[in-house]
């Protein structure tokens, strides 16, 4: 088979693969098929399709295919929910399908469904949002840490810091270090809680409100980070956020942005996916690209450019580290 058939068969598969997951698991949903089970309680297929009035074997067969999505698992011919198909009752069940409804009328009117890059709707949006924030990135933020490898006594301020995910995994791996986040008081509310419960609260201080207009204080940060931030600002907004950030970083100190524009290969349908929900939730936002970045921070004074990828779920983002 020629190169260009093995690429067409593989677009195709892809796309029955998605489509085919993406289907059973809205069915299995409408169904109502699992509402009843708690979490940890265990069921069989044959208990399963007595209870639904199903046959026994398209029932085995469609347990089986959730145990290889993860949205079920299996010991011992008993199954039971995911962690990930618990929370896929809430608020989270309909895999952001408003947003996809949305795309025809976004591409005949231009108007996005959520504008939530516009000042006026971040805090109200975002407080919803950034838990779940959390979640998706802490894998990232873990390893952002570890490639770091900073043991010193660090002070870290997070700006948009949302639940805090990127400052908190210092102080998770560095009992030395310290931050500071800035964000809406609103959105705060969540990371102040998760400091009260991970028992970090006295090493967090907080700058509440407009990040545009707070005062960062004095020159007395060895990191800063932005992460996820930079796509809902405006080329100015974020030229005017680095020089703010460079005031506040001691000389050495070290900007880290954060966004999906990793270049791992396994994240390259995560990213595409990415900004076309992105484009479909804000008005202008746009993953702005390292070599776009650059030339804005060196303007803001800072000298030094890497990037790396963070390779680990979900695959699509990297962290580029600018130096004072
Ligand atoms: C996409 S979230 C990212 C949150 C977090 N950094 C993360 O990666 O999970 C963007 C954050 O920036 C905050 N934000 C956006 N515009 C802001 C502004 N003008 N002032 C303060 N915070 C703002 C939002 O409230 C939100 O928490």
Redesign the pocket.
């Known amino acids: 088979m020629s190169a260009n058939n093995l690429k067409n068969l593989e677009v195709y598969f892809n796309l029955m693969l998605a489509n085919g997951s993406s289907s059973l698991y809205r069915i299995v949903q409408e169904m109502q098929l699992f509402n009843s089970y708690n979490p940890g309680e265990t069921f069989t297929a044959d208990a399963l399709a007595e209870k639904h009035g199903f046959k026994l074997v398209p029932t085995k067969v469609l347990c089986d295919t959730l145990v290889t999505m993860g949205l079920l698992e299996t010991e011992n011919d008993q199954f039971r929910l995911s962690n990930v198909m618990n929370l896929l009752k809430g608020n989270y069940k309909n895999l952001s399908d408003e947003y996809w409804a949305h795309l025809p009328t976004l591409l005949k009117t231009g108007a996005p469904f959520k504008k939530m890059d516009t000042?006026e709707n971040?805090?109200m949006e975002?407080q919803v949002?950034?838990k779940s924030?959390?979640w998706m990135?802490t894998p990232c933020a873990r390893l952002m840490v570890e490639k770091l490898s900073d043991n010193r006594e660090l002070q870290v301020l997070?700006v948009?810091?949302?639940?805090g995910?990127?400052s908190f995994n210092f102080l998770y791996a560095n009992p030395k270090a310290k931050v500071t986040l800035?964000?809406?008081p609103a959105?705060l509310k969540v990371a102040k809680d998760t400091a009260e419960k991970t028992k970090i609260s006295d090493r967090v201080t907080y700058i509440e409100?407009?990040?545009?207009q707070t005062d960062f204080g004095a020159e007395r940060f060895d990191y800063a980070t932005l992460?996820?931030?930079t796509h809902?600002q405006t080329p100015d907004e974020n030229k005017s956020l680095f020089k703010k950030i460079a005031k506040v970083l001691k000389p050495g100190g070290k900007l880290i942005i954060?966004d999906a524009y990793g270049k791992a290969p396994e994240g390259a349908m995560a990213r595409a996916l990415y900004q076309m929900g992105l484009t479909i939730r804000t008005v202008q936002g746009r993953v702005y690209l390292p070599h776009e970045l650059e030339p804005w921070l060196k303007e803001a004074g800072f000298t030094s450019f890497e990037f790396q990828s963070l390779e680990t779920v979900p695959y699509s983002m990297g962290m580029l580290i600018a130096k004072k």
């Open positions: 000042v971040s805090e975002y949002q950034v924030l959390e990135m997070d948009g810091a949302g639940s995910v990127w800035a964000d809406w959105v409100g407009n990040f545009h992460g996820n931030v809902i954060l």
